[in-house]
Every structure is written in C-alpha cells, then in structure tokens.
C-alpha cells in the first residue's frame, strides 16, 4: 500500500504601508494572523497586531493593556482595547478597523483622556 501525503502550504499574504505604520495580513491552513510594525521605530521587524498582553516582541513600546478582542472578517480586521499604556501615553476605549482589502485604516480612541479619531488610505507592498 502506497501513501502519499501533501506538503504543500498556501499562505496568503498582504502587506499595506500606512502612514506610520506597515500592516501584514496572514492567512494559511492554521487560521489568520495579522502583524504590525512601527515604520521608523520597528523598521520591518513585525510584532503581532492586536496583542492581548505584552511580551518579548513589544516590550519595546507597551507597559500593559487591558480589555482586548480581536475580530477578523474576510479582510477586516477590527481591534477594540479598553485600556493600553505605552512609554509614549495612556490609550483607552480605542476602536480600530483595518481593512486590507480596500486598503483603508481608521480608529477612534482617547490619548492621555483626550478624544482622537484617525482615517487614512494606505498602499499596497510587495511581500
């Protein structure tokens, strides 16, 4: 008996250079997976998008952050944060919906307790 088995492994990849920061969609047979990085501070070196508590990967930026849910939808990917403490400041109540393939970004949140609302278009990248 003869068995064969595949390895061939499809991942979808979209990267999209925003103002500030390079956002990258990831999808493969496990599941989506969505990172980010801080144009001039991370360079290229992505950390995961959205995260749920701080760790090796983005220590560098984030003290602690509370209340997080991530929710991904075909290629909207929405980011709701109740509370994150950055070295920079304190952002609560954020909403951020980035949408990968209409390649648009926009979010709505409180800095250091003050009201703050961003919308931009971004670009394709090569991966």
Same mark, same amino acid.
């Given at each position: 008996?003869?068995?064969?088995?595949?390895?061939? *492994?499809?991942?979808? &990849? !979209?990267?999209?250079?925003?103002?500030? @920061?390079? @956002? %990258?969609? &990831?999808?493969?047979?496990?599941?989506?997976?969505? @990172?980010?990085?801080? !144009?001039?501070?991370? +360079? %290229?070196?992505?950390? +995961?998008?959205?995260?749920?508590? &701080?760790?090796?990967?983005? +220590?560098?930026? /984030?003290?602690?952050?509370?209340?997080?849910?991530?929710?991904?939808?075909? @290629?909207? *990917?929405?980011?709701?944060?109740?509370? #994150?403490? /950055?070295?920079?400041? !304190?952002?609560?109540? #954020?909403?951020?919906?980035?949408?990968? %393939?209409?390649?648009?970004?926009?979010? %709505?949140?409180?800095?250091?307790? #003050?009201?703050?609302?961003?919308?931009? +278009?971004?670009? /394709?990248?090569? #991966?």
């Amino acid at each position: 008996m003869l068995v064969c088995f595949s390895t061939n *492994v499809f991942a979808e &990849v !979209i990267i999209m250079k925003c103002k500030s @920061y390079r @956002y %990258k969609y &990831v999808s493969d047979g496990s599941g989506t997976t969505i @990172y980010s990085a801080n !144009i001039k501070r991370d +360079k %290229k070196n992505f950390h +995961k998008f959205c995260p749920s508590e &701080v760790n090796d990967s983005n +220590k560098h930026f /984030l003290k602690s952050i509370e209340g997080v849910e991530l929710i991904v939808s075909e @290629y909207v *990917v929405t980011c709701k944060t109740a509370k #994150s403490v /950055l070295k920079q400041g !304190i952002g609560t109540d #954020s909403v951020s919906i980035t949408d990968f %393939k209409k390649l648009t970004r926009s979010s %709505k949140f409180k800095w250091n307790g #003050s009201p703050q609302s961003q919308k931009e +278009k971004c670009k /394709l990248e090569k #991966s």
